[in-house]
């Protein structure tokens, strides 16, 4: 019988498989690695993942934040959400590593610039993790922090200044505060505990974005008088998917940061999905109690709550106490959303409540719940820290906005605003051929 094209293909494949199946006792037995390599290697290839998957949320915040926002400004958010973590790789790898990362002064260090530095230059001397690695799990950090100013601004912010700013935030702001912390600084040596970033990632995007949203003003027609009014987003759908990967990706936020692969990482991966879960049904039931309707986009920013409250403490809370993290903190995004308002601060997709208030909150439960460290002193210890970081952002982000308002401008033009930054900012539209809602009014 013939054989045909396919056949041949398959026994090729077959053919090379059994002899690098038979090729390969003989390399391993040669070059056998020792129980320390293989442990490195493992560790390395678990952080890449890990920063893999954080690097992804990248695309949960882009869908959560354009589906909560109106359609005529989705080109722009979903270009904000591209560009954003390539200028924070960039800004990272040129100083804000070195600044984060390089031992020596408690409140910040220099050298080792663009990665030219030693292990011992970035504080690993001594650990199994290679700097390419570690680089690329805390930049996508840094890609984080800068992400979440994108929603609180959204709608209204120029395209050239948020750039300017995530510049400005990625490559100073957050790895200086972040050396305080995680860089071996005065808050870490005073006790100070962010085990993955409640404070360091979600409360430094926050009070940036809080900074911006404040000097931007609100919306058109966002209040009437001292009321607000709703603007609905365009797809509840992409915020939802949204919201799913960002779940997924928090498994590489949260686990990751043990940076080795041991048996922690599945006991952090437990505490961060208990507590994304309760914050998911405690939004949703709060939601449901306070406006006579399940919520779907509170559901949606409980989620990311519970998420953002736990990452303080999630290698040492117990259980139930992430359960009650989580909880807590779904609870509050319902309240916070209406203060917020009441301030007049517009915040288009919760932004500050989810990252700013629920980080502080997840911070401060530390100090509450930490099966080793929680006392009064503790405690004091982190809303010591909550304090300092949100005076140093503000004040940061306060400076360098006011210098972008005075040489660019921040805000687009009211008419810009009224068509769209689509195409106002973009000359381009994301469902360009679909008719709009208010054809008539735009013309």
Same mark, same amino acid.
């Given at each position: 019988?013939?054989?045909?094209?396919?056949?041949?293909?398959?026994?090729?494949?077959?053919?090379?498989?059994?002899?690098?199946?038979?090729?390969?006792?003989?390399?391993?037995?040669?070059?056998?690695?020792?129980?320390?390599?293989?442990?490195?290697?493992?560790?390395?290839?678990?952080?890449?993942?890990?920063?893999?998957?954080?690097?992804?949320?990248?695309?949960?915040?882009?869908?959560?934040?354009?589906? %909560?926002?109106?359609?005529?400004?989705?080109?722009?958010?979903?270009?904000?959400?591209?560009?954003? /973590?390539?200028?924070?790789?960039?800004? %990272?790898?040129?100083?804000? %590593?070195?600044?984060?990362?390089?031992?020596?002064?408690?409140?910040?260090?220099?050298?080792?610039?663009?990665?030219?530095?030693?292990?011992?230059?970035?504080?690993?001397?001594?650990?199994?993790?290679?700097?390419?690695? %570690?680089?690329?799990?805390?930049?996508?950090?840094?890609?984080?922090?800068?992400?979440?100013?994108?929603? @609180?601004? @959204?709608e209204r912010i120029r395209f050239i200044s948020f750039l300017l700013f995530s510049a400005f935030l990625s490559s100073l702001v957050y790895p200086i505060i972040g050396h305080w912390i995680w860089g071996g600084g005065w808050l870490a040596r005073i006790g100070f505990i962010d085990f993955a970033g409640s404070t360091v990632v979600h409360s430094v995007g926050g009070w940036a974005a809080l900074t911006g949203a404040i000097l931007?003003?609100?919306?058109?027609?966002?209040?009437?008088?001292?009321?607000?009014?709703?603007?609905?987003?365009?797809?509840?759908?992409?915020?939802?998917?949204?919201? /799913?990967?960002?779940?997924?990706?928090?498994?590489?936020?949260?686990?990751?940061?043990?940076?080795?692969? =041991?048996?922690?990482?599945?006991?952090?991966?437990?505490?961060?999905?208990?507590?994304?879960?309760?914050?998911?049904?405690?939004?949703?039931?709060?939601?449901?109690?306070?406006?006579? =309707?399940?919520?779907?986009?509170?559901?949606?920013?409980?989620?990311? @709550?519970?998420?953002?409250?736990?990452?303080?403490?999630?290698? =040492?809370?117990?259980?139930?106490?992430?359960?009650?993290?989580?909880?807590?903190?779904?609870?509050?995004?319902?309240?916070?959303?209406?203060?917020?308002?009441?301030?007049?601060?517009?915040?288009?997709?919760?932004?500050?409540?989810?990252?700013?208030?629920?980080?502080?909150?997840? !911070?401060?439960?530390?100090?509450?719940?930490?099966?080793?460290?929680?006392?009064?002193?503790?405690?004091?210890?982190?809303?010591?820290?909550?304090?300092?970081?949100?005076?140093?952002?503000?004040?940061?982000?306060?400076?360098?906005? !006011?210098?972008?308002?005075?040489?660019?401008?921040?805000?687009?033009?009211?008419?810009?605003?009224?068509?769209?930054?689509?195409?106002?900012?973009?000359?381009?539209?994301?469902?360009?051929?679909?008719?709009?809602? =208010?054809?008539?009014?735009?013309?």
């Open positions: 019988m013939k054989l045909n094209q396919r056949s041949w293909f398959f026994c090729l494949l077959l053919t090379a498989g059994l002899g690098v199946g038979y090729g390969t006792p003989a390399v391993a037995q040669s070059e056998s690695l020792t129980s320390e390599q293989v442990q490195a290697v493992l560790d390395n290839v678990w952080v890449l993942i890990a920063a893999v998957l954080v690097i992804f949320m990248n695309a949960g915040f882009a869908m959560v934040e354009a589906g %909560f926002c109106r359609r005529q400004n989705a080109v722009n958010i979903l270009a904000k959400n591209l560009i954003v /973590f390539a200028i924070a790789t960039l800004s %990272f790898w040129t100083i804000g %590593f070195s600044l984060m990362f390089a031992p020596g002064s408690p409140i910040m260090h220099s050298g080792g610039f663009f990665l030219s530095g030693t292990p011992a230059d970035y504080s690993l001397e001594g650990s199994r993790l290679t700097v390419s690695v %570690f680089f690329l799990f805390q930049a996508a950090f840094a890609g984080t922090a800068a992400t979440i100013v994108s929603g @609180a601004v @959204a931007l003003g609100p919306r058109l027609d966002k209040f009437q008088g001292d009321l607000p009014q709703a603007i609905p987003g365009h797809s509840l759908t992409l915020s939802v998917l949204g919201g /799913f990967i960002l779940w997924i990706g928090w498994f590489g936020f949260n686990p990751g940061s043990v940076l080795a692969a =041991n048996l922690q990482v599945p006991y952090v991966a437990l505490t961060t999905n208990l507590s994304a879960a309760a914050g998911a049904i405690a939004a949703t039931a709060v939601a449901w109690n306070r406006f006579s =309707n399940p919520d779907l986009s509170m559901s949606i920013n409980g989620l990311l @709550a519970g998420l953002v409250a736990i990452t303080a403490g999630c290698a =040492n809370v117990s259980p139930g106490a992430a359960v009650l993290i989580g909880a807590v903190a779904g609870s509050l995004i319902v309240f916070s959303v209406s203060l917020f308002e009441a301030a007049r601060i517009d915040d288009p997709v919760g932004a500050l409540s989810v990252h700013l208030v629920c980080g502080v909150w997840g !911070t401060l439960a530390v100090g509450l719940f930490d099966r080793t460290y929680a006392s009064p002193v503790q405690l004091f210890t982190q809303l010591l820290g909550v304090i300092i970081v949100g005076l140093s952002t503000v004040a940061a982000s306060l400076l360098f906005w !006011t210098i972008l308002n005075a040489w660019l401008g921040l805000r687009v033009t009211e008419a810009a605003e009224r068509v769209g930054l689509d195409i106002s900012e973009h000359g381009s539209e994301a469902y360009a051929g679909f008719p709009k809602p =208010n054809d008539k009014l735009d013309a």
